[in-house]
Structure formats: C-alpha cells, structure tokens
C-alpha cells in the first residue's frame, strides 16, 4: 500500500459522511466508515450495489433511492447522489456517492410509508424508526467523538385546534408543522413524528451551541401562524433536549431524559426549549406529587370557597361579591389558587374543581338570599380549559337548576386571552351562556392582547379593570389615563365596570371622581370565608378597615 492509498483511506474515514466508491460496473468498492456505521455494520458495500446500478441507470442522473439491508437484518430506504471520478482519462474510471437516508416523499401511498416504518400523515420516520435513527447517531458520535442532541418536542394546545377546527384540520396542520420541521434542520439529522402532536429530533452536534440554534429555529418556525380553513391559527412548540454523552449513556436513556425536560418545558409554561438536568427531575417530582395531593383534596374536603365583597364606592353597601377558591392543604396548610390553578388547568383536574366552585357558590347565595339578606351576585372565574369544555353551558345550567338560583345573580368572569384564539367559537359560547340569563365578565382587562374591534362583538355585561392599572392609578398620570379611559370605554358600551385591588384611600377617591362606582379590593375587605362574608353582609355598610 503506498502513501496515497494509505492517506485516501484516512481521508475517507476521518469525514462525517457516508460515502462509497464503485467502479464503472456499479460494483462498489470502498465505503466510508460513516457509512458503515449508517448502515450499523461492516462489510456491507455489496448490500449497496443495487441503489449504486440504480443511480447509474440512463435518465436517473446519478441519483438513486432504494431499500438496502443493514447489519441488523432490516431493511431501511436510502437514497444516493453519484459523481463521476474521471482521473486523468477522459471517461470515468470510479464513481463517488453520497448516501444518506431516504426522505420518503409524502406522494409514497400511505401503506408504503407505514411498511417502512414512516407516518403516513406527515411522511416523516415513525417511532420505531426513531429508536434506531438514535441508535445510529449515537454509533456515529462515539466513533467520531462528538455528541448527540435528542429533542422532544410537543405542541403546545393542539387539542384547541382540533376542539374548534376539526381533525381535518388539525391534520393538515401536522402536515405543516412538519415541512416546517424539516426545514429547520440538515438533510443528516432526523426528524420523527412520534404520535398525535408529539414529534422528535435527533442530531449530531459539534458543541451545545448546534442544539440551541436549532430549537431556536423550531420555535421560530412555527410561531409564523398557520392558514387553515381561512384562520390564522398560532401555535407553539415546547422541548425537551438532552445530549449524549454528557447525560446519558443510550438511546433509551436519553429519550426518557429529553421526555422529562419536555415535561418541565410544559410546566414551566411552554413555548421554550429545556435541555435536561437532575434538578428537574425533582421539580418536576414536587410538581407530580402537588397533582396527587390535589386529586385528593376534593375527595377529602379541601377546598373552600372565599368571598370577597365588590362595594359601591359611593355608599360602602355591599353589590356583589367574588368567588375565590382556598386550598387548605393538611401538611403544607394554605395553597394560593396562583399555584394550583395553572396546576389543575394542565392537568385537567380543573374541570372538576370548577364545577364544584360553580356549585358551592352558587349553593352558598341561594342559603344567603334564603336566610332574608339583600340579594347579591356573586362571580365566579372560570379558566381557560372550562371555558373551551362542551359541557360548561350544561354545567351552568345544571347548578342553576339543581341550587333553585335565579340566573341574574351568577356572574362568571373570563379572561381576554381565552377569547381572542378563537373568536366566533368564543362569541356562540357566551351568547349561550348569557342566555341562561347570567352576567359575563371580562377579568384583568387590559393585561391580555385584547383587540378592541372584538370587544363590541362579545356579548359581556361588565369589564373589570385589572390591579396593575389601580395599584398606582393615585400617583402616576399615565396609569390614571388608562384607568380613566377603561372607565370611558365601559361606559361607551353600555358596561358595568369593576375595579379591583384597591388598596388605599387615594384608590378609591380616584375612582369615586371617575364614576367607577364598584370597587373590589384589601381597602375593604380580603376575601374571606363564607360566615365572615355574611357578617359583613348584615353589618351592611362596609367601611375602611
Ligand atoms: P382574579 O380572578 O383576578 O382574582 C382577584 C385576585 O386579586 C384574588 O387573588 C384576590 O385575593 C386578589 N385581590 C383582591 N383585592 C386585592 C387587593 O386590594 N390587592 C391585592 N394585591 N390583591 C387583591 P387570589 O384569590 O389569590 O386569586 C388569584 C387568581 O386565581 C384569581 O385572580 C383567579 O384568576 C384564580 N382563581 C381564584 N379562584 C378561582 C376559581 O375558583 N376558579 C378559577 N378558574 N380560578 C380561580
Ligand atoms: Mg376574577
Ligand atoms: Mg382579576
């Protein structure tokens, strides 16, 4: 063997891709060690002379696609691009091909793709091809001393487009979050659907850094919103990312370490990318075990309700109150609904939670209005999951008949941001809902991304003005004006307006010289449980405290 041949197989062994060297008759002669480790085996190079004659052919142009048997006895699709090596003769004297595996194109019939272990949705591999692409990278990286990057990725609320716009739908945006997918990523790496909205990435990666501008790419990718049946729908990724070596030692591992920083990505409040770390795991263990205690705690009578008096400004009497759940938990005592709402509302256990909430409250103002006080509506929030639910309006309706309350004293308060996703499905559920003969109110006005020209088309009977707009509405001008404008603009549609978080005096003298008559806030009462609420109610007129 002299020099040149002896530097020609270093060379050919020290490159990333797999690559093959065949003769004129098609008969392949060396591969790449890339490729030997692609194919999961040595001594394999006659297991591709078919995909080389095939790329030879007349008409195909040097390129070709076909099944090749790898070392495990499998049959997986390649494909092949060939270039003529000419040496100093004018014909060719050697063939050089670049082999990589095969994108099946979407057009393949859907049982071909199934066959070859490929989604016949999206045409991306398939989980079972997912295990060995993670196999192979990993094969790849320990040869070649880099890492592999493992991402998991869900979509964020798929379900909302698949609840409002169908399955068509929602199917044709896979297919699209797919290409997209694709896109983001080189023709070497491989990108998997795994099942329902659940897709994967794995790659082989220089530094960390690789990793973080692809999962930066995926989120950007997708934030571009999706034309379907004439909306514009959005839609966000959460990942999960975990590298090998650094922290894991095989495919299995690893793909359950990048699940779990999926899991935390969600937790922690999605449209992010998390890469996996031990803290995690107890995060998220802390997390699983606060699911558990609340599963039982509507079991075991753990929750109450609080109420927390809305006061006319002008007079101090009592006009309504808020209904604001307590979870007094028997180890860790009280937990603020901040903490196990976000909680519930993931996990689903809100569905539950809320009806109870809607029950006892509703319950609680029949026994008061029973009991001879001055009727009063009382609020009730509803979060994001309840509202989209098929069975709210029932539910209402169901309490309202089972508690024997007139409807006008429910109230149920929903924030801007469940209403803007989706604004005609939001519009035929309120209109619903309103008549039941309820009132509905829009919580936190102002913080979400409210478009104004929706306002006047959602059949709402108040605003309410969220805290961070009356925290310092007495000392910043510009606050004041937004205050002031808020207060316009309800008065403009014909809307009762509310203010909430009124602290101090200064609050409600603002109010007051702005005709914002209902206030809620710590400046006359906390919310507080259910007999305190009826003392101040006979006390009548509530004062500062
Ligand atoms: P929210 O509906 O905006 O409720 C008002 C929150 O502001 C309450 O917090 C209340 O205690 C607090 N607040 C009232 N006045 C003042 C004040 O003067 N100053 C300050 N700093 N805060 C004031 P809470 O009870 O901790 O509830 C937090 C959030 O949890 C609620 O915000 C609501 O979004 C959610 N939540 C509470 N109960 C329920 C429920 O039964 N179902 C659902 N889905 N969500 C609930
Ligand atoms: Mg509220
Ligand atoms: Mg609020």
Redesign the pocket.
């Known amino acids: 063997m002299n020099d040149q041949t002896a530097l020609f197989d270093a060379l050919l062994d020290s490159i990333r891709d797999a690559v093959v060297i065949a003769d004129t008759q098609g008969h392949v002669v060396r591969i790449s060690r890339a490729c030997e480790v692609m194919l999961g085996g040595s001594a394999l190079s006659d297991k591709l002379d078919a995909l080389v004659k095939r790329a030879m052919a007349p008409g195909n142009g040097g390129r070709g696609q076909g099944l090749v048997r790898c070392g495990d006895g499998r049959e997986r699709p390649f494909e092949i691009v060939l270039s003529a090596v000419n040496g100093e003769a004018a014909f060719p004297s050697h063939y050089f091909g670049l082999v990589r595996p095969a994108a099946v194109e979407v057009e393949a019939s859907g049982q071909e793709l199934v066959r070859f272990g490929y989604d016949s949705l999206t045409g991306l591999p398939g989980r079972e091809l997912f295990v060995d692409r993670v196999d192979q990278a990993i094969l790849q990286a320990s040869r070649l001393g880099s890492s592999v990057a493992l991402m998991m990725m869900g979509l964020d609320r798929f379900t909302l487009v698949n609840d409002a716009l169908g399955h068509g739908a929602g199917d044709r945006l896979l297919i699209e979050v797919a290409r997209r997918l694709k896109m983001c990523v080189r023709e070497t790496d491989t990108a998997v659907r795994l099942d329902g909205d659940k897709f994967a990435l794995a790659m082989v990666i220089a530094d960390m850094d690789d990793s973080v501008i692809v999962a930066e790419k995926v989120l950007n990718s997708v934030k571009v919103p999706f034309a379907l049946d004439g909306q514009e729908v959005v839609v966000t990724f959460s990942i999960g990312i975990s590298v090998f070596p650094m922290d894991a030692d095989s495919s299995a591992q690893q793909i359950k370490h990048s699940e779990h920083a999926l899991h935390y990505a969600k937790i922690s409040g999605r449209n992010q990318y998390q890469f996996f770390s031990k803290d995690m795991n107890r995060k998220a263990k802390s997390r699983l075990e606060l699911e558990t205690r609340m599963r039982r705690a509507l079991t075991n009578d753990e929750f109450v309700?609080?109420y927390?008096p809305k006061v006319s400004a002008d007079h101090g009497t009592i006009v309504g109150a808020?209904?604001?759940?307590?979870w007094i938990d028997p180890e860790r005592g009280l937990i603020?609904?901040?903490e196990f709402?976000p909680v519930?509302?993931e996990t689903g256990q809100?569905e539950a939670?809320?009806s109870w909430?809607l029950w006892k409250s509703c319950q609680q103002n029949k026994q008061w209005q029973e009991d001879g006080l001055t009727p009063l509506k009382v609020s009730?929030?509803?979060?994001a999951r309840?509202f989209r639910s098929r069975v709210l309006v029932d539910t209402v309706l169901d309490v309202l008949e089972r508690t024997g309350l007139d409807p006008k004293w429910l109230e149920l308060?929903i924030?801007e941001s469940m209403l803007m996703n989706d604004v005609d499905t939001a519009v035929r559920k309120m209109t619903a809902l309103r008549e039941l003969g309820i009132g509905l109110s829009i919580?936190?006005f102002g913080t979400g991304y409210s478009s104004l020209s929706y306002l006047g088309r959602f059949p709402i009977t108040t605003l309410?003005i969220?805290?961070a707009f009356?925290?310092d509405v007495d000392t910043n001008p510009k606050t004041a004006e937004i205050a002031r404008a808020i207060i316009g603009l309800s008065r403009g549609l014909n809307l009762e307006v509310v203010a909430?978080?009124?602290?101090v005096a200064g609050h409600i003298q603002f109010l007051r010289d702005h005709c914002c008559d209902t206030v809620?806030?710590?400046?006359y009462s906390?919310?507080v449980p259910a007999d305190e609420f009826e003392k101040l109610l006979r006390q009548g007129v509530l004062v500062h405290i």
């Open positions: 309700v609080y927390q808020e209904a604001l759940i307590r603020s609904p901040a709402i519930a509302e809100i939670i809320g909430v009730v929030n509803v979060s309840q308060e924030t919580d936190d309410k969220d805290r009356i925290a909430e978080g009124a602290e809620q806030g710590f400046y906390r919310p």
